[in-house]
């Protein structure tokens, strides 16, 4: 017989199904199975916290395990979380050699409450059980197998496979096939094992408790007979359920299902824009973010032509690109065959055939118009032409060229091979069609791809600078680089906003303020002036760069380093005189600031920026800004992201927070709190899935 696994109905026919199955006597034994060749995802996520109708998952899976006839599981697709723990209740398992398996609980803020964290680690040991339930990850069937999870794996059919083998256990003792009988294996180094496991996910967490509740489930498997252990499953579990991280960590699945459903202003949309095949693409610019470009390209099985017009640069580049495939197919496990994707030129005109282009020269907007004119002239008719530009003005690019409509950013983060985000940006002439092959091709290359509008900096950089701004205020205002990064960290941040710039390199910003013409020439003198057009302005990024401390790089920054290239920040005497100089010579008066100032001050300020780009029609909704924030900038996932936090703190408080921080600080616009904002807390602060109605309400009316 065959089953589907989802939601209340489809419980409530399983346990209909296997309760006249097990009473029917001509019925031997029984085989569950999925409906379109998916075994099962899991419980369905929106039910969590509704009124949840139907039978619930433990009993019923309680009643498969203790049936008089084998129950097979013929795992085709996906078995996972709930569907796993439903086939770890049947007598046996067998999947599809192309299904994966995992309890992805985790990574929605739960663990696995429908008994997986007392089955597997009685099933596979605790160490394997561990790892699965803690990370989440998904494992092939080959792996499965391996472990001891699944008992074979079919090459064909799995479902006639399952017959087959359940019609031949059919008469065979079912004893030794519960899994909730099995005694948990325990290690002999078990406190070792417990204490290294929790200090591991403790680091990696960043304040994340489902990965915590996860190392005491299985430690309640490995300590408790298999009730006790369900009861403490079933404790945590509550605790979790009822938690925010578990709000937001759902959040953030269905966002980043929702950024995929892209729209713009005009009106196009995801469903009724068709994307372009690209079957061959080139890069421009083989520095740093060409080559990871280069590489993800490659790895999507595409043929990719990769200019470098520096003859010594472009033999560099592909020293360290081959090495880059090398190294990645090598993790994989598989032969490098992205190698022979890849034609390497020093012109041009050897783009001519491509059927899409990404610009990745340097960040100049003279440069890039250069390269623009030049695509323009050399490629077929149709090409889209893509800039990876972090910042600057896309539809500028797309006016130096003869088909505006070809051109959008696609902004990626470095390393661009690893990082998930793209942010894919156009302007109001870019077509639908260039912008769903964009967002096709980002999708390909593995990333999570945000569609948003033209401005400076786009969503993610834009939002960056009020929270950098705030930062240095901050130090001028009495906090420490050691400080305002640990309540960042603690916060949830892989690194504070010091460790980042000092990571990303400071002259990165310095040559952006110079461009603006913020830099004061003069600053040998030390005595640069606080205002910029009647905005406060800060400095001391301008006057650390004049010294050469560009951060890492250099081995001096915000902090130390025993080298130029060396990683570890160290606090710097030096800095915290030199802070002290400048305060005393600008007149400024240390005072006592806590992690609450710099969270607020930073965070709110961010956010707010976020208000003004929801605003602006830059980005769709909130769901596309905090995808964008999760994958893009560290912003830790169990919070949601900034705009799902800044509902989870009140609106009405983080507005109240900004008045009371605008008021002290008038000069400084980013304070200022957004009309959007206001709009929102006096419509009543409607929760997060909300805010599209009143956006829209707000663009209407102007
Ligand atoms: C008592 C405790 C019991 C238990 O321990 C708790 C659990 O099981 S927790 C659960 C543990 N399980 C998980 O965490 C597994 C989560 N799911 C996945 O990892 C992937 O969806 C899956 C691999 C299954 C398919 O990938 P794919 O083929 O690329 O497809 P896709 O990803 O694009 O999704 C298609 C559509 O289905 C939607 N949707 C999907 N799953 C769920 C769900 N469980 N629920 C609701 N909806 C779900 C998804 O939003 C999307 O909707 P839309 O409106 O079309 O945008």
């Known amino acids: 017989m065959c089953f589907i696994l989802h939601s209340a109905a489809v419980r409530q026919g399983i346990v209909d199904t296997v309760k006249r199955a097990l009473g029917d006597p001509k019925v031997k034994s029984v085989v569950i199975c999925g409906q379109n060749g998916i075994f099962c995802g899991g419980a369905d996520i929106k039910e969590f916290g509704t009124n949840m109708s139907g039978p619930p998952l433990v009993p019923m899976i309680h009643a498969i395990e203790a049936a008089n006839k084998p129950v097979v599981a013929a795992i085709e697709g996906s078995a996972l979380g709930g569907g796993l723990e439903l086939a770890l209740g049947c007598h046996y398992r067998i999947a599809h050699s ?15 409450a429908a008994g997986g964290t007392q089955r597997l680690p009685r099933l596979i040991g605790v160490p394997a059980a561990l790892d699965l339930i803690t990370t989440g990850r998904h494992v092939a069937a080959a792996e499965a197998l391996q472990l001891g999870v699944v008992d074979r794996v079919a090459e064909h059919s799995t479902v006639d496979a399952a017959v087959k083998f359940a019609l031949s256990v059919a008469a065979k003792p079912l004893d030794a096939r519960r899994i909730s009988t099995y005694p948990c294996p325990c290690p002999s180094d078990f406190d070792a094992l417990f204490e290294g496991a929790m200090q591991k996910v403790r680091q990696n967490a960043r304040g994340a408790i489902a990965p915590v ?26 605790t979790l359920f009822t938690s925010g991280q578990a709000r937001a960590l759902q959040y953030c699945f269905f966002a980043q299902r929702a950024v995929s459903k892209w729209s713009m202003p005009n009106g196009a949309r995801w469903d009724t824009s068709k994307p372009r095949p690209v079957h061959k693409a080139a890069v421009i610019g083989l520095g740093t973010m060409g080559r990871g470009i280069a590489v993800a390209l490659a790895q999507t099985g595409l043929s990719v032509v990769a200019v470098e017009t520096q003859e010594k640069q472009l033999m560099e580049a592909k020293q360290a690109v081959s090495g ?45 118009k250069k390269v623009f004119q030049q695509l323009s002239a050399v490629c ?20 130096q060229t003869r088909n505006p409509e070809l051109v959008v950013g696609m902004h990626f983060f470095a390393p661009a091979h690893v990082m998930k985000l793209l942010e894919v940006v156009y302007g109001p002439q870019s077509s639908p069609q260039a912008v769903a092959t964009a967002m096709q091709l980002g999708k390909k290359m593995g990333k999570v791809g945000v569609a948003v509008g033209n401005c400076r900096g786009f969503v993610g950089n834009r939002m960056l600078k009020p929270y950098i701004e705030q930062a240095f205020f901050l130090l001028e205002e009495g906090a420490t680089p050691e400080l305002v990064d640990r309540a960042l960290e603690e916060f949830g941040f892989p690194m504070g906003v010091f460790r980042m710039s000092d990571l990303s390199g400071l002259d990165v910003g310095w040559r952006v303020r110079k461009g603006d013409g913020l830099v004061e020439s003069g600053l040998a003198s030390g005595q640069p002036t606080r205002l910029r057009e009647g905005r406060r ?69 961010l956010i707010n920026e976020g208000f003004r780009i929801l605003e602006d029609g830059i980005a769709a909704g909130p769901e596309d800004i905090d995808i964008i924030y999760v994958f893009g900038y560290g912003w830790p996932r169990h919070r949601g992201g900034p705009m799902f936090y800044a509902g989870m703190v009140g609106l009405a408080r983080v507005l109240e927070r900004l008045e009371h921080y605008h008021q002290a600080h008038p000069d400084v616009p980013y304070l200022q709190p957004c009309s959007l904002l206001r709009r929102l807390v006096a419509s009543g602060s409607p929760p997060v899935h909300r805010w599209r109605e009143v956006i829209k309400k707000l663009h209407s009316q102007l």
């Open 98 to 112: 192309k299904a994966r398996l995992g309890l992805p609980e985790v990574s929605l803020g739960l663990l696995p």
């Open 380 to 399: 077929k008719p149709g090409t889209f032409l893509c800039t990876n530009t972090s910042a600057l003005d896309v539809d500028h690019l797309a006016s």
């Open 537 to 605: 302005y800060s400095p001391l990024g301008d006057l650390l760069c004049e010294q050469g401390r560009f951060g890492q790089k250099t081995g001096r920054g915000w902090y130390q380093y025993d080298q130029p290239g060396s990683r570890v920040a160290r606090s710097d005497p030096w800095f915290h005189s030199f802070l002290e100089e400048y305060r005393a010579r600008h007149g400024l008066v240390a005072r006592r600031i806590d992690h609450q100032e710099v969270l607020e001050r930073c965070l709110y300020a």
């Open 213 to 238: 509740a996860c190392v005491q489930a299985v430690r309640a498997a490995a300590t408790r007979p298999y009730l006790q252990g369900m009861e403490r499953e079933k404790e945590l579990m509550a």
């Open 324 to 368: 880059m495939l090398e190294r990645g197919a090598k993790r994989r496990g598989l032969t490098p065959a992205a190698l022979h994707k890849i034609s390497y030129s020093h012109d041009i005109q050897a783009v001519a055939d491509v059927d899409l282009v990404i610009e990745a020269v340097f960040e100049d907007m003279a440069l890039k």
